[in-house]
């Protein structure tokens, strides 16, 4: 294989000539030869972002030559173009502060940018001018969460509440029994039911949008400690305004930086929405599992679309598939979090040194979810349909209706109906005439769930 040297402050190593990374790449790679979970593309997209917003502030306040600092913005630009796996290999298992892959960035600018020009551009002094790892990173990670959240976690939540607000008004007049502790309860709707779940994404959807505000903020400027050392004054807040330009969407620079680099709270608050987004996402996946079991032995008032076989041995079996790789992900979630939490209280004097595994798994997280509920959504959610024979026939036989005579007999009364009802294997008007608390005409008139249900509209 064809080798070119590179050189660093260690001395000299040997690099595929078909890569564009330098020396400090090559010892990173040789030295975390661990798993093989590598620095996700989406904080490889956000450092070029990042050091294309620096060059041009750079520019604007002498701390780069216009010529440098266009063909590094140049470089980048091309860069952004490629495949982003190809020069930027590095795993997650590296220096807890990022710094190789803020080099890997660095070199790979650096060696793309000295193709247009005869003067050299060095990795540190130019494409790292007025930066540091310390900073850079969790800038980095920010720009990528945000990043995540609103191209990918938004827009299917809102299709699928969507989607829900549709199933809302095609069953809003279907009355369906309800039920606690999964045992029987008082009427509702189908509409009633569905809408718990739309009104769940809606809650999550808004406190994800909230805890983002804070994940805005960008530590850009602090450079090594927080101090801002070689940095201008104002770098942080133009390079913040800067990226809103780049990126269209709202970036603001900390008021202090020593708390941004040693402190990833923001996206500890950040995880725990996408947490609460996990749990009640697990919660609409089992409901409708669970309405949907059978078909002949389960509850079966909902029917899922068939997508495919269920067994390799039983014959014409269909499975929730959608509704278990969703909750498969919502469990992932939930371990993330736990990974985001830990890993975020080592901010270990003016340092954090565990940033590559928090965005590492912040952005799993934001991943798995959009995936899997687009998934959920398109085979499952879309093609929903009710089973209304079952539904009906469950709502006959509840004996919960009895709860409508409660104003009317009181409680203990009506308790004996229900109770006699279950031991005897009869209807609730049948338990109800043989008590004598009750005439028929009177039950009828006072028993009919239609009328046990919030009226609505949609």
Not at 38 to 47: A, D, L, N, T, Y
Not at 159 to 165: D, L, S, W, Y
Not at 305 to 322: F, R, W
Not at 399 to 418: C, D, Q, R, S
């Amino acid at each position: 294989m064809d080798k070119r040297v590179e050189s660093d402050t260690l001395g000299k190593m040997f690099i595929d000539h078909s890569k564009l990374w330098g020396a400090q790449t090559q010892r990173s790679l040789e030295n975390f030869p661990i798993g093989t979970e590598v620095m996700p593309q989406e904080v490889i997209f956000s450092f070029l972002q990042l050091k294309k917003a620096c060059a041009i502030v750079n520019k604007q306040q002498g701390q780069l030559t216009e010529k440098k600092a266009n063909v590094i913005v140049q470089a980048i630009e091309e860069l952004l173009k490629s495949d982003l796996t190809e020069h930027f290999p590095l795993v997650v298992w590296q220096t807890g502060s990022g710094t190789q892959t803020n080099m890997n960035v660095n070199e790979v600018v650096a060696t793309s940018a000295n193709e247009y020009i005869s003067e050299p551009i060095h990795p540190n002094d130019d494409v790292n001018c007025s930066q540091s790892s310390n900073d850079t990173f969790p800038t980095a990670m920010h720009l990528a969460a945000v990043i995540a959240v609103e191209s990918r976690l938004i827009d299917v939540l809102d299709r699928i509440i969507t989607t829900c607000e549709q199933k809302e008004s095609e069953f809003r007049d279907v009355v369906k029994i309800g039920r606690t502790h999964l045992q029987d309860a008082t009427p509702l709707t189908v509409a009633d039911e569905i809408s718990a779940w739309r009104h769940m994404l809606l809650t999550s959807k808004k406190f994800i949008i909230e805890s983002l505000n804070h994940v805005r903020i960008l530590t850009i400027g602090g450079t090594a400690v927080g101090t801002g050392l070689n940095a201008p004054d104002g770098f942080g807040k133009d390079v913040a305004s800067q990226l809103e330009q780049q990126l269209n969407t709202s970036f603001h620079s900390s008021e202090n930086f020593f708390h941004g680099l040693t402190s990833h709270d923001a996206l500890v608050g950040l995880h725990g929405q996408l947490k609460g987004l996990a749990a009640n996402v697990f919660k609409i996946a089992n409901d409708i599992r669970f309405l949907a079991s059978g078909p002949r032995s389960g509850i079966g008032e909902y029917q899922l679309p068939i997508n495919e076989p269920g067994s390799s041995i039983m014959p014409g079996k269909v499975n929730p598939t959608q509704a278990e790789a969703l909750t498969m992900v919502c469990a992932q979630v939930m371990g993330n979090d736990t990974t985001v939490g830990f890993a975020a209280s080592q901010g270990h004097l003016q340092l954090n040194v565990f940033k590559p595994v928090i965005i590492y798994n912040v952005l799993q997280s934001i991943r798995l979810l959009s995936d899997g509920l687009a998934s959920f959504h398109d085979r499952c959610l879309i093609g929903l349909t009710i089973n209304e024979k079952k539904i009906t026939e469950h709502l006959q036989q509840s004996l919960m209706l009895v709860t409508a005579l409660n104003p009317h007999i009181g409680y203990e009364k009506a308790a004996k109906i229900a109770k006699l009802a279950f031991e005897e294997n009869l209807t609730l008007k049948e338990a109800a005439i043989k008590t004598g608390f009750i005439p028929a005409d009177q039950f009828d008139l006072l028993v009919r769930p239609e009328n046990m249900i919030k009226k609505r509209s949609i």
